[in-house]
């Protein structure tokens, strides 16, 4: 089997199975977002995974500040892979999440992404709509405030925290659900309508990126 030829020069030792990809998912929210993909990553046993968070990387908590935080720590690695020769320290692939609430940013942060090669997952208006499909079909344009308020009927006493038991393998139905409410918005880099989210296609991608068959997840 030929080698894989990492960009830049950096080269991987060949083996019998393609590696998988090594993916940095980079997240607005320091809790919440940080909390559920974590989950999903060890759902999918994604060890290549990493889940980044502004409020390590020292970024605005805003999309663009995001995008940035992202392109630093892909710029990081790579430097480091081309010093030490491991094209395996180096990121595969990039993804941020970032929802549109209030900011003003947004455009600008999508601008950025696409020239960055950065894939923006964008959810409306709240990432916690994502959450919500969980549970319940939602079509109806809502606020932040009320998403919140749906997610207290689910889970009780949620606080920005996931409890243990969140059920993380329901990620299929979020998907359906997603893809249902807004087929267009099947894309990164792209805002959906109220209410929409794509960051289905992060968990598509940790999925690929994981020991365990997604095809027996509850697709």
């Given at each position: ?27 607005e ?7 559920y ?18 409020d ?10 995001v ?10 690695a ?13 990121y ?21 992404a696409?020239?960055?090669g950065i ?10 709509i994502w ?12 606020t ?27 990620h ?15 894309s ?8 929409s ?23």
């Amino acid at each position: 089997m030929k080698r894989r030829r990492s960009p830049q020069g950096l080269e991987r030792t060949s083996s019998r199975r393609e590696p998988k990809k090594r993916i940095l998912v980079m997240c607005e929210g320091t809790v919440t977002e940080v909390q559920y993909f974590s989950g999903i990553k060890d759902h999918f046993r994604a060890l290549p995974v990493e889940i980044g968070t502004c409020d390590i990387d020292g970024c605005g908590r805003d999309p663009l500040g995001v995008v940035r935080a992202a392109e630093k720590r892909r710029d990081t690695a790579h430097r480091k892979a081309q010093r030490q020769g491991d094209a395996y320290l180096a990121y595969d692939e990039v993804r941020a999440v970032v929802d549109v609430d209030e900011h003003t940013s947004l455009e600008a942060a999508i601008r950025r992404a696409r020239e960055s090669g950065i894939r923006l997952a964008i959810s409306t208006p709240c990432f916690e709509i994502w959450l919500l499909r969980h549970f319940q079909e939602c079509s109806a344009a809502l606020t932040s405030a009320i998403v919140q308020n749906k997610i207290h009927r689910y889970v009780p006493g949620y606080e920005k925290h996931l409890p243990e038991d969140f059920p993380y393998g329901e990620h299929g139905t979020a998907r359906r659900r997603a893809r249902t409410a807004d087929p267009h918005h099947d894309s990164p880099n792209r805002k959906g309508r109220n209410p929409s989210t794509n960051a289905w296609l992060t968990i598509d991608a940790i999925a690929a990126s994981g020991q365990r068959d997604a095809k027996s997840s509850r697709w």
